[in-house]
């Protein structure tokens, strides 16, 4: 993940800071020159530390911090707010055009992930704006470019434009364009061309298609694990052709975080999304406050709470908490809440958004898919008698299941033991002692 490493740093620097009860200016600078050092080795362009250090020592040694009762959570607080102004301050949304189509060119270098990140904004598009994109293949020169977009579009259900045996992106731009405006498709998102390196060729075909439609956005993808360089090919596209906004792909990667905390400051431009994984769902929006807070160790519930209202269905929801209230929770219950849980993605990600984690420690936890799914292969292997009453569950039922499942009889007594203190749970909350102890800001089972 993602300023994993500066993210340990700064909470140790801060860890010792907090010790010291009383801070003086030299302990400050201390604590500053430390930050620099953890800056640097993320790969943070070397001006931006300097100008970042320089903004939070200056508010960190007045009067009012050092001489506060709580120093430390101050300058914390000083470190924090120029975090998240340092990556844009808020969130930087998408711009439609009044006028639908709208034009989203996505350009960038080979190998950054345009392709992908294609259909992926497509689906964020779709499901958010509730809008009709199309995607259009203008990267006529990849082997199998082309039919990429078409495999990843339909897999998101939106369509693909395409012009069979044509070598001109400019045209292909063109008639895509006239194409949604005769079909009601908005907005149009081009996937682009790239080169290994940036120059004139793939510089004068970007301004060529820029010209041609006029695209509300331009969304340079960069590759985040490519760091400094992310940073420096940013810049080069924003000066040479204008871009509206970047898109950083493999944030989910063994990535130091440096072009994230750079780019914005170093072009003008805002983060308005990172990709958080491999599958098509796995684009979020940029919120500079959030990762700031992810960095300094204070987790991103908001984030948290997006994804789980992404995944969780809200009728199947509150019909299984009713259920639950009531002491009817069976195992099919069960069975639906781990899938939804399934779909909030990697637990080790989801567990790395709650305040406190650790992610050094829990990138030395191995969740695999084997171990989440075997609790719904034991279920999966049972009669659906058998998941709405448990109790019936006797020895030979339990060899049967876990024979089915490819267990042991122990596993399938661990997981009965487990639903039967959740169910045991479930049912302190409801009665009438629990809650008039949860009045009291006593949870019953704590």
């Keep these: ?98 006028k639908p189509p709208s034009v989203i060119m996505l350009v960038g270098l080979q190998g950054a992930g345009k392709t992908t990140t294609s259909a992926k904004l497509g689906g964020v598009i779709k499901k958010q704006y509730e809008k009709r994109p199309l995607l259009v293949a203008c990267d006529v020169y990849r082997p199998a470019a082309i039919k990429q977009l078409e495999v990843v579009g339909a897999q998101m259900d939106i369509p693909v434009f395409t012009i069979e045996g044509s070598m001109d992106p400019v045209g292909i731009a063109k008639a895509a364009y006239e194409h949604a405006q005769k079909h009601g498709n908005d907005p ?70 440096g072009a994230a905390l750079s780019v914005r400051h170093i072009t003008g431009k805002p983060i308005k999304f990172v990709g958080m994984g491999e599958k098509l769902t796995d684009l979020e929006l940029f919120y500079p406050d959030r990762m700031a807070s992810r960095i300094l160790g204070m987790g991103d519930v908001l984030s948290l709470i997006d994804k789980a209202q992404d995944a969780f269905d809200e009728e199947q929801a509150a019909k299984l908490e009713k259920k639950m209230m009531s002491a009817q929770f069976n195992l099919e219950d069960f069975l639906e809440q781990l899938q939804q849980i399934k779909k909030l993605g990697p637990l080790n990600q989801i567990l790395s958004m709650l305040p406190g984690m650790n992610n050094k420690a829990l990138a030395d936890v191995e969740i695999s898919d084997k171990q989440m799914a075997r609790p719904e292969a034991i279920i999966c292997s049972m009669t659906l008698k058998e998941r709405r009453k448990p109790e019936i569950l006797n020895a030979s039922r339990k060899v049967r299941i876990a024979n089915g499942a490819g267990v042991k009889v122990s596993d399938v007594n661990a997981l009965l033991k487990q639903f039967e203190q959740m169910k045991s749970m479930m049912k302190q909350f409801s009665s009438k002692s629990g809650k008039k102890k949860m009045k009291h800001g006593k949870i019953p089972f704590m």
């Design 1 to 98: 993940m993602a300023f994993e490493n500066l993210g340990e740093k700064l909470q140790g620097v801060f860890k010792k800071l907090r010790g010291r009860g009383k801070v003086t200016a030299a302990d400050v600078k201390e604590v500053m020159r430390e930050v620099k050092m953890a800056l640097l080795e993320a790969d943070v362009n070397f001006k931006v530390v300097k100008d970042f250090v320089a903004k939070v020592s200056e508010k960190a040694v007045g009067d009012a911090v050092l001489s506060s009762l709580t120093p430390a959570q101050q300058i914390i607080k000083i470190v924090n707010d120029e975090l998240t102004e340092l990556m844009g301050s808020t969130n930087s949304k998408i711009m439609f055009s009044s």
């Design 188 to 257: 149009v998102i081009i996937d682009t061309a790239g080169r290994l390196h940036i120059n004139e060729e793939l510089m004068g075909e970007l301004t060529n298609i820029k010209e041609q439609v006029k695209p509300n956005e331009i969304l340079l993808v960069v590759d985040a694990m490519t760091g400094q360089d992310a940073v420096n090919v940013a810049q080069s596209f924003n000066e040479q052709l204008g871009i509206d906004g970047v898109i950083l792909t493999k944030m989910d990667g063994d990535t130091r975080g």
